[in-house]
Structure formats: structure tokens, C-alpha cells
């Protein structure tokens, strides 16, 4: 639907309520169905972003003003001041609540106040009563008390706050309680609020930067869980995972575009080729496989988990694989042969060690810098060729710097390399300008 369309319909929603033709559930549904238009879309995000960080603001003036005296002020008062952002938090809730406001701005706003409230809460009662500190307890306390907040102002920011929060949760226990899968149950307890939200309209703001925040903490969350006794299994979790974002990018986003309305596509090529990248270093297969087996493991439960993990990622990717299979697109397929080469250079290196696995990412990035070039040739795409150009000039680039030739050697191979990038400019420059085909 055009933007001006949307328009009307946003317009005309308010009057159908006031009539009662539909109801207030309804005038909802239809409109995160449609989204909203450029325009519109552009000043709800910015009055949410100006409303949360005069929240944030406001909070953290609070606090730094209480914080000048603190020192001289007495238990008691210390307490009712530690409590009075909370007590501001709830009453602005609730109101927002019983009068069903639904300005965006304001249900943002309120609800990130209320979740730093909770914490600085927490933080200064700790303080005031010399509790002693346990860091993953007061993160859990603090995520938890928070989560009611998400579901009565159907606030995108607290969900964020959450999501990243649940991963430092993570980090903090893998050192003292090691049980990082409740991992799993903390991303669980939020899902109710993230799915029909990215469900119904995922090329809204709202749902653009939860699955951001999503997937770039899964993807920090990965390296905090994985504890196994296979050293190296990381490296096939790994290609699955970010081949999994990759494909489902190129086949579910409402935007096929390079671009941050497509999150999945963005962090599944770009980590696929910072993995072939950092695989194509032969130290990277060094004391890896069944040979290298850990009797010693910290957690059981831990192990399985990822062995699970393993099974799903792979399975999902399976899934997906045999859905692009069927559009015989050379680059997509090629994107899609990371886990595959992951798995055997995993398996090369633990039976005969290393010395293939790397060459052969080599050449995989390679194959990819040289198939990016032709399709943004192809596309007259100016961006996507200098992106290929990039993958080869840094694959270039760093194994000159590993090898042992003069910097004579190195220089003519850096000028070839610009020269290259001059050259596929000119000709695409050309080509825009209705030129040369």
C-alpha cells in the first residue's frame, strides 16, 4: 500500500473507533498489518528515541542529584529516596495504563524509565544496607522484576534493555554458576512480546532493531555457552549460525537489499565472511578434534545443551539450503557451502592436523570475492562490486603479510589491487550513465 494510503487509513482509524465500525483490537491489528507510512514512520521513531533518552536523562539526573549528599543523609531517607524513582516509574505506568494512552513516545519513555529505576532501586537499597554483592543475582533480579513493564506499555525499548541484559546475565554465571542455559528460559519469557511483533509487521522500526538486538546477541551469546569437550566445535556452530541468518534473510525479509532493513542478511554475510576470514589462518586449526578430547568438563548439562544446538542450527539450515537449491543461484549457493567446508576442514584438521583446512578458506573467499564482483557487475551495482573488491583486496592483503616476499613484490600487488578497484568503478560509472552494457 502506497504511503498516502497508509496515511488515510491512520487518519481514519481514530474515527472508525469513535463510531464503533471496529474496535480498538482491531484498528491495532489492521494497523500493524499495513505499517506506516515513510513519513509518519520517521517522527514516531524519532519522538520514541527523544522520549527514552529524556527518560534515561532524567533518570540518571535523579540519581546524580541524590548522589552529591548522599553521604549525609540517614538510612531512612536514604531509603525513601532509593525507592522514589521506582515509586515515580510505577505511578507513570499505571497512569499510562488506566488511561490507555497510546502515544508511542510515552509508552517508550515511561517504560525505560522504569526499567533503570528498578535497577538503580535495587542497587541503592543494596547500598544502603551493605548487602553483599552478587552481580548475577542482582542482573536476574533486575530483568526479571523489569519484564512486566514490556507487556503493560508494549514497550520496544525495556524488550531491548532486556534481550541485552539477559546476555550479560549469561557472561557473569559462566564464571561462578556455569548453567548458561537459562539462557534459553530468559529469551523464552520474552518471546510472547518479540514474536507477534516481528510476525506482524517486520519491516516496522520496532521490529528492524529487536531483531538486530537479537541477532547480534545470540551471536555474542553463542561464544558465552558453548562448553564442550571437542575443542574447536565452535567453528562448525558458528557457520551454521550465521549461514542460518544469511538464508533466511535472502528468503523471508520483506527487503532482499544489503541494507539495515534486513538485518539477517547484513550479519549473516558479513559474519560468514569475517568466519572464512579468521579460517583461512592455519593457527586457527591447531589443537582442535576427537584427538584433543577434555575429560574434565565443568558442566554436563552445558555439553548437551550445545550438542542440541548443534543438531538444530544444522537442521534449520538444511531446511533452508534445499529452499534455495531451487533458485540455482550461484552466489547464494556458495554463501551456503560455509558449514560444509567448516565441517571438513573440522574433520582434516583433527585426523591429519593442519595445513589444508586454511587453503581451502583461501580459496572459498576467493570463489566468494570473485562471485560478488560478477553479480554487482551484473546488478550495475556499485556497491556489491567495490564489496567484492574489498573481499579480495583484504584476502590479498593479508597473505601478503604472512608470506616472506619483498615489499617490492607486495607493492606491485597492492597497486594491481587499486588499479582494480579504479577499473570496476570506471566501468560501473559508465554503465549507470547509459554507456557501455
Known amino acids: ?22 474496535s480498538k483490537e482491531t484498528a491495532h491489528r ?30 540518571s539526573g535523579i540519581i546524580l542529584v541524590f548522589a552529591r549528599n548522599w553521604d549525609s543523609f540517614s538510612i531512612t531517607l536514604r531509603t525513601v529516596l532509593s525507592l522514589l524513582p521506582l515509586l515515580l516509574g510505577q505511578l507513570l505506568t499505571g497512569w499510562l495504563v488506566y488511561k490507555g494512552e497510546e502515544s508511542r513516545a510515552w509508552r517508550e519513555g515511561a517504560a525505560a524509565f522504569l526499567f533503570l529505576a528498578v535497577g538503580a532501586t535495587i542497587s541503592l537499597i543494596g547500598q544502603t544496607y551493605h548487602i553483599p554483592s552478587d552481580r548475577p543475582q542482582f542482573v536476574l533480579v533486575w530483568l526479571l522484576l523489569s519484564l512486566p513493564s514490556v507487556y503493560l506499555l508494549e514497550a520496544a525499548v525495556p524488550a531491548i534493555f532486556y534481550i541485552v541484559g539477559a546476555v550479560v546475565w549469561t557472561g557473569l554465571t559462566r564464571g561462578t554458576v556455569g548453567y548458561t542455559f537459562f539462557y534459553w528460559l530468559l529469551l523464552a519469557l520474552i518471546s510472547p512480546f518479540i514474536y507477534p511483533k516481528i510476525k506482524n509487521n517486520s519491516a516496522s522500526n520496532t521490529s528492524l532493531f529487536i531483531v538486530w538486538t537479537l541477532a547480534l546477541s545470540l551471536c555474542i551469546a553463542l561464544g558465552i555457552i558453548l562448553d564442550h569437550p571437542f575443542p574447536g566445535l565452535w567453528i562448525i556452530i558458528y557457520s551454521f549460525y550465521f549461514t542460518l541468518l544469511l538464508l533466511s534473510g535472502r528468503l523471508y525479509s520483506q527487503s532482499e537489499k544489503f541494507s539495515w532493513q534486513n538485518p539477517l542478511l547484513v550479519i549473516g554475510t558479513l559474519g560468514s565472511l569475517i568466519l572464512s576470514i579468521i579460517f583461512s589462518y592455519q593457527g586457527v586449526w591447531d589443537g582442535i578434534g576427537w584427538q584433543h578430547y577434555q575429560q574434565a568438563l565443568r558442566n554436563p548439562v552445558n555439553t548437551v545443551q550445545n550438542y542440541i544446538l548443534l543438531g538444530l542450527l544444522a537442521l534449520g539450515t538444511s531446511w533452508l539450503f534445499l529452499k534455495i537449491l531451487k533458485r540455482r543461484d550461484m552466489l547464494e549457493l556458495a554463501f551456503s557451502a560455509l558449514p560444509v567446508l567448516a565441517i571438513s576442514g573440522y574433520l582434516i584438521a583433527s585426523y591429519k592436523g593442519t595445513g589444508i583446512a586454511d587453503l581451502i578458506f583461501n580459496a572459498y573467499l576467493l570463489i566468494l570475492g570473485v562471485l560478488i564482483v560478477l553479480r554487482g557487475l551484473k546488478l550495475h551495482s556499485l556497491s556489491l562490486t567495490n564489496g567484492g573488491m574489498l573481499t579480495l583486496a583484504l584476502l590479498i592483503i593479508l597473505r601478503f603479510f604472512d608470506s616472506e616476499l619483498g615489499f617490492t613484490a607486495k607493492g606491485v600487488a597492492f597497486i594491481l589491487v587499486g588499479s582494480g578497484f579504479l577499473l570496476a568503478n570506471a566501468i560501473m560509472v559508465r554503465r549507470q550513465k547509459g554507456g557501455i552494457r
Do not use: C
Open 30 to 59: 489492521i494497523q500493524d498489518y499495513y505499517g506506516e507510512a515513510e513519513g509518519g514512520s520517521a517522527l514516531r521513531l524519532a519522538l520514541v528515541i527523544f522520549g527514552t533518552l529524556g527518560a534515561v536523562l532524567i533518570g
Open 1 to 22: 500500500m502506497k504511503d498516502r494510503n497508509i496515511k488515510w487509513l491512520q487518519d481514519e482509524l481514530p474515527k472508525w473507533i469513535a463510531k464503533d465500525i471496529v
